[in-house]
């Protein structure tokens, strides 16, 4: 069985009889089984198995993500990527979001570097109000510009030094929409679930592939996590000249 704390819920993947030592955690008072993220807008399979409170705030790296475990979905397996991302942004950046979800990149960023504007493109209205909500919570409202919609339309309408593609399914068909929103010069962060005996290659191939006539230089590729058995999840920096 796995589990995770978010704010004052513990998640788990598995039903179970006896929730009693998870509410023995200091501030816990709900319990949920989160099955399946499913589909584009990752909404999570819940039930509920002590309390009701699904909804809370999660602290990380000195940023809050209020959500609610019952419609959004939180990756405790991406914390690194989040503060690792946060600290590549330099004074004076323009980032854009393509998935922004409750914030869980574009918080950390607009947090902890002094960019200049940060667009968050989100689809999912349930996410998008959260989004908007955290955006308040972590006092950078300043910073940070929303949109509800899809990023293939609204990412080419954008200009950015840096483009965040933190999103797994078909990722691969937003690589055009980011190229035409990233700058000459500037830098794509894009995340690929791929069976790990092509995981130097395939990935690679499909921002090469994206970027047409445009140089593409490889800065660095990380796995953030296990994804299934053979298959992991890896986040590859580029540069697009
Ligand atoms: C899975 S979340 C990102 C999770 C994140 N990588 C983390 O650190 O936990 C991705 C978000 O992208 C949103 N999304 C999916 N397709 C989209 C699209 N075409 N345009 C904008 N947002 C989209 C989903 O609704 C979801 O909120």
């Known amino acids: 069985m796995k589990w995770k704390q978010i704010g004052h ?7 179970l009889d006896d929730v009693s030592n998870f509410l023995k955690i200091p501030g816990v008072n709900t319990v ?8 584009k807008t990752r909404k999570p399979d819940v039930k509920l198995l002590h309390g009701n409170q699904t909804e809370t705030i999660h602290k990380e790296n000195k940023c809050f993500f209020k959500l609610d ?18 600290r590549l942004v330099e004074e004076g950046e323009i980032v854009v979001d393509m998935f922004a979800g409750i914030g869980y990149f574009s918080v950390p960023v607009a947090v902890h570097s002094n960019l200049k504007k ?3 493109i989100e689809i ?18 300043s910073k940070v510009e929303t949109f509800l919609g899809d990023s293939m339309d609204m990412a080419p309408y954008l200009s950015a030094d840096r483009v965040l593609m933190g999103y797994i399914g078909n990722t691969q068909d937003y690589l055009k929409p980011a190229m035409d929103c990233v700058k000459g010069g500037g830098v794509i962060h894009y995340h690929e679930t791929v069976p790990e005996k092509i995981m ?32 992991v999840h890896v986040v590859v920096d580029a540069k697009i000249e």
């Open 32 to 39: 949920v089984k989160v099955g399946n993220i499913n589909g």
């Open 124 to 141: 999912n209205p349930e996410a998008f109000y959260y989004l908007n909500e955290n955006i308040i919570l972590n006092k950078i409202e």
């Open 118 to 120: 940060l667009y968050s």
């Open 200 to 231: 130097s290659k395939r990935p690679i191939e499909r921002i090469e592939k994206a970027a047409g006539e445009r140089n593409v230089g490889i800065i660095r590729q990380r796995i953030i996590k296990k994804y299934s058995p053979g298959v």
């Open 9 to 15: 819920v513990v998640v788990v993947n598995e039903d």
């Open 69 to 86: 475990v019952s419609r959004v979905m939180w990756s405790k397996g991406n914390t690194v990527e989040r503060m690792r991302i946060a």
